[in-house]
């Protein structure tokens, strides 16, 4: 048994029936139904020296405001410098609005500012419960999801199947193994949108995510309590045959499998060292285009809300694509100053566990990027995680500029941004590979 001491602490952060859903904008309407509850997780890890927090939480995402809310809570209720504390989130599009994405759902304000103090409790009970733990890492393998990215017969992008496309095709997992079986856990991280279910569900759910650790506590029993960790999904989506709560149910079960498995064949590591960094980065992003362009696009974005309105679209629909005519104004006005040269922030945030490093980033980052990240990793095991500390927005890869489609075109409208430079994500991935290289986020090598 290493110097490693270890806490796990868990909160209900269902919200009431009635809330908006985020992360469709053609819902109809607020949310009519809980399916299954919400929870905050925490992983609290001490090594005498340093100690650390992760947190999981089955919501979409959150902003910076709110994340930096969530640090303070934590702060003053525990030990834990607001730097060491990762927070992921499982990217559920049947979750309550909570981040950046405008006009797909109303922040309710009463849920909002409970949160911090939520999270802060699951943290703070994590770090009560602390006690001698060792670790293993361990792997399998599993595809659920599937590249959306699929070109049309005109040679365009638009969402769909594409099997020949980037996907994750493996589980990793972190287990945890104390002297007290109430403090067993495993941290299981894998890249897939939560978006089995559709606009057309109202009912709040962790999705597949929150399928699998159901599954899992069924297979290892209450005393295991899994912790997921949401992997660079951007452009995954479950690989499903209907959006149905069979469906969820259906790949969190394979999820499960995947992850006890994995958790068959981890081996020892030694987590003895621990490290966080956590810094923002300035994402360069596209000068303003032409007045005249954008002034055309404000036209057509007028024109969507106008059609809306003529085929009576429900209200919450209109109201959506009301944010877009807001974005292209705001636009507008930045062509009419001719800005160039901006960036937006981003944070990354690199956590060494002795031979292992877990990677935060703040944005729905495509899943090349992780690959590449892993790839390069001084540590013996990476984990890369999107969603993380907050979420500023889309970060394609160079080639998907080059080919369009929603991730390109759209989304960065939807975050009231502008859209990223095509060097974006390579700007990301060398600020993540100094952190990662900096001996002072670094534990043991391979």
Same mark, same amino acid.
Request: aromatic share 6%.
């Given at each position: 048994? *290493?110097? &490693?001491?270890? @806490? /796990?602490?868990? #909160?209900?952060?269902? %919200?009431?029936?009635?809330? =908006? ?86 922040r309710n304000q009463g849920y909002i500012s409970r949160l911090p103090a939520e999270v802060a409790a699951a943290v703070s009970r994590a770090e009560k419960a ?9 792997? *399998?393998? &599993?595809?659920? @999801? /599937?590249?959306? #990215?699929?070109?049309? %017969?005109?040679?365009?992008? =638009? ?116 490290r966080a960094q956590l810094q923002r980065v300035g994402l360069p992003l596209q000068d303003a285009p032409a007045v005249d362009c954008a002034e055309a696009s ?136 100094r952190m990662l290289e900096d001996p002072h986020s670094q534990g043991g090598h391979a």
């Amino acid at each position: 048994m *290493s110097a &490693l001491r270890v @806490g /796990i602490g868990e #909160r209900k952060i269902t %919200p009431l029936i009635g809330v =908006d859903l985020s992360g469709f904008a053609h819902r109809e309407g607020p949310s009519e139904a809980i399916h299954d509850d919400l929870w905050c997780r925490a992983v609290v890890l001490d090594d005498g020296a340093t100690r650390l927090g992760i947190v999981a939480l089955d919501l979409l995402e959150l902003d910076f405001e709110l994340d930096a809310a969530v640090r303070r809570a934590v702060s003053e209720a525990t030990a834990i410098d607001p730097d060491h504390l990762l927070l992921n989130c499982s990217h559920t599009h049947a979750g309550p609005a909570t981040g950046a994405p405008e006009g797909t759902g109303y922040r309710n304000q009463g849920y909002i500012s409970r949160l911090p103090a939520e999270v802060a409790a699951a943290v703070s009970r994590a770090e009560k419960a602390l006690s001698a733990a060792r670790l293993s890492y361990g792997e *399998s393998e &599993l595809q659920i @999801g /599937i590249d959306r #990215r699929e070109r049309q %017969p005109d040679g365009s992008i =638009d969402f769909g199947r594409n099997p020949d496309g980037p996907a994750d095709r493996k589980m990793r997992v972190v287990r945890i193994d104390t002297d007290e079986a109430a403090g067993a856990a495993v941290i299981f991280n894998y890249a897939c949108h939560g978006t089995t279910l559709k606009e057309e569900n109202r009912e709040i759910s962790a999705e597949w995510m929150g399928a699998a650790i159901s599954h899992l506590r069924r297979i290892a029993g209450d005393a295991l309590t899994p912790v997921f960790l949401q992997g660079c999904c951007g452009q995954i989506n479950p690989d499903v045959s209907a959006a149905t709560f069979e469906e969820v149910d259906r790949i969190g079960a394979r999820a499960a499998e995947a992850v006890a498995a994995a958790m068959q064949a981890a081996q020892p590591v030694e987590a003895v060292a621990l490290r966080a960094q956590l810094q923002r980065v300035g994402l360069p992003l596209q000068d303003a285009p032409a007045v005249d362009c954008a002034e055309a696009s404000l036209r057509q974005a007028e024109r969507t809300v106008e059609q809306l309105r003529r085929h009576g679209a429900a209200p919450y629909v209109v109201r959506a694509f009301e944010s877009l005519v807001t974005h292209s104004q705001r636009m507008l006005a930045r062509s009419k100053r001719q800005a160039a040269a901006e960036t937006v922030p981003f944070a990354i945030q690199v956590i060494g566990l002795g031979e292992m490093a877990i990677v935060g980033l703040s944005g729905e980052v495509f899943f090349e990027f992780a690959e590449e990240i892993q790839s390069r990793s001084p540590f013996r095991h990476t984990l890369v995680l999107g969603y993380s500390n907050g979420c500023t927005c889309y970060v394609p890869t160079e080639e998907a500029f080059g080919e369009g489609g929603y991730e390109v075109d759209d989304s960065f409208a939807w975050y009231g941004l502008p859209p990223l430079r095509p060097e974006a994500g390579g700007v990301m991935v060398e600020a993540t590979m100094r952190m990662l290289e900096d001996p002072h986020s670094q534990g043991g090598h391979a």
